[in-house]
Structures are given as structure tokens and as C-alpha cells.
């Protein structure tokens, strides 16, 4: 089965600054996608970010940006100068093809001005 | 729909008793999940749906739990003989294909 591992249950960042956020997974696929999700206090699961494993290219989108190991099974999150929106739970997710989508524990962020 | 609308929001319920979640996916999407999330944690897979198909119910905790999607469009989560352990917030989500999927805003189930 699949897994998904965030190993920092907490983070905080000061506001401007840059934070990282690791994620691994445990998986025997070779086709698959990776996400980051954001969810604010409302609790509604917002995309931040994804990588298709076959892309060697790391995904970027505007302040985030992910490093894919895809040898290590390492996906982690940058996000540069952080703002007082980005405060709240992160989850790393993978989905292999035409498969379900299995998420990690989670991160706090959170953000000091 | 514009987004996936689940209903309803909130739903307090008698232990013992047989609750309805549903579902409303955006159009067009094939895949649906059903996840559990507990306070603070990540959300738990329950179940996931191609189409009408369920090709995956691994994650349904008991048997008092069961999912279905007769149509391909909506899907209803059905919980028997609530319990209090059953409390928790009920997410779905769709996809188009093989990648992204979107969420609703859950359902916060409190079992008294």
C-alpha cells in the first residue's frame, strides 16, 4: 500500500521569510502524481501545487515551489516570502494512475509578522 | 455545479442512529473519494468511485458504513447505528482524470 509521510507536525516561519515542508512516500509505481494541498481553518482542501513524477522538471507556482526526488520518494514544499495567508495546515497527497488519493498527517504553518 | 457541494454542513446525531451524507460532484467528474478527517489530522480514505463503479472500499471502517454513486454523478455516504466514534468531518472529493481532485467543504458529523 501506499504511504505518505510528513514528518513535521508543526512549523512556524516568520513573515517575508522562507519555509520547507518534507514530505516522502512509499510506493512501487512508476507513473503518479503528487500534490500539495492547503487547508485553512474553514477546512475546505485547496490545490497549492502538482508534480507529475514523469516531469524531471520541479513544479512552480508563483511563491511555491516543490524539490521531487523521485529516487529518494521525497517531495517538499518551498513556499519564499511567506505571508500571513499561508498560515495553516499543509497535507502532501500521491495518486497513482486512475487510483485513489492518500494524504499525509499534515503540517501546521504557522506564521509570525 | 461550480464546485463539489456536500450536504449537509453540519449534522448532530443520536448514537444509534442512521445518518445520510451526500455528495454533489462537479459535472462531468469521474472519479469521486469519500475521506474521514478527525480533528487535526490528515484526512483517512474511506472509499473511491469510478463512475458508478466502486473500485476501491478498503478504508470503510465497519460495515455500518456504505457508499454509493448509482448514477455516476452523485454519491451518498451512509452511516448505520452511529456511534461516537463515527464523529469527524466527512470530505469528498472529485477528479476529471487521473490527477488533481477538489473538495468540498465537508460535513461535521457529532455523534452525542
Known amino acids: 500500500a501506499q504511504t505518505v509521510t510528513q514528518s513535521q507536525p508543526e512549523m512556524s516561519v516568520q513573515e517575508a521569510e522562507t519555509v520547507t515542508l518534507s514530505c516522502t512516500y512509499d510506493?512501487?509505481?512508476?507513473?503518479?502524481?503528487l500534490f500539495w494541498y492547503k487547508q485553512p481553518p474553514s477546512r475546505q482542501m485547496i490545490l497549492v501545487i502538482r508534480?507529475?513524477?514523469?516531469?524531471?522538471q520541479n513544479a512552480t507556482e508563483n511563491r511555491f515551489s516543490v524539490n521531487f526526488q523521485k529516487a529518494a520518494k521525497s517531495f517538499s514544499l518551498k513556499i519564499s516570502d511567506s505571508q500571513l495567508g499561508d498560515a495553516a495546515m499543509y497535507f502532501c497527497?500521491?495518486?497513482?494512475?486512475?487510483?485513489?488519493?492518500?494524504f499525509g498527517a499534515g503540517t501546521r504553518l504557522t506564521v509570525k509578522p | 455545479g461550480a464546485g463539489v457541494s456536500q450536504s449537509p454542513r453540519y449534522k448532530v446525531a443520536k448514537r444509534g442512529q442512521d445518518v445520510a451524507l451526500r455528495c454533489d460532484p462537479i459535472?462531468?467528474?469521474?472519479?469521486l473519494f469519500w475521506y474521514q478527517q478527525a480533528l487535526g489530522q490528515g484526512p483517512e480514505f474511506l472509499t473511491y468511485?469510478?463512475?458508478?463503479?466502486?473500485?476501491?472500499k478498503s478504508g470503510l471502517p465497519s460495515d455500518r458504513f456504505f457508499a454509493e454513486r448509482p448514477e455516476g454523478s452523485v454519491s451518498t455516504l451512509k452511516i448505520q447505528r452511529t456511534q461516537q466514534e463515527d464523529s469527524a468531518v466527512y470530505l469528498c472529493?472529485?477528479?476529471?482524470?487521473?490527477?488533481?481532485?477538489?473538495f468540498g467543504q465537508g460535513t461535521r458529523l457529532t455523534v452525542v
Open positions: 472529493a472529485s477528479s476529471l482524470h487521473s490527477t488533481e481532485a477538489f
Open positions: 459535472s462531468g467528474h469521474v472519479s
Open positions: 510506493t512501487s509505481e512508476s507513473d503518479y502524481y
Open positions: 508534480q507529475e513524477a514523469y516531469k524531471q
Open positions: 497527497a500521491y495518486r497513482a494512475n486512475n487510483n485513489d488519493m492518500r
Open positions: 468511485f469510478q463512475n458508478e463503479a466502486q473500485l476501491d
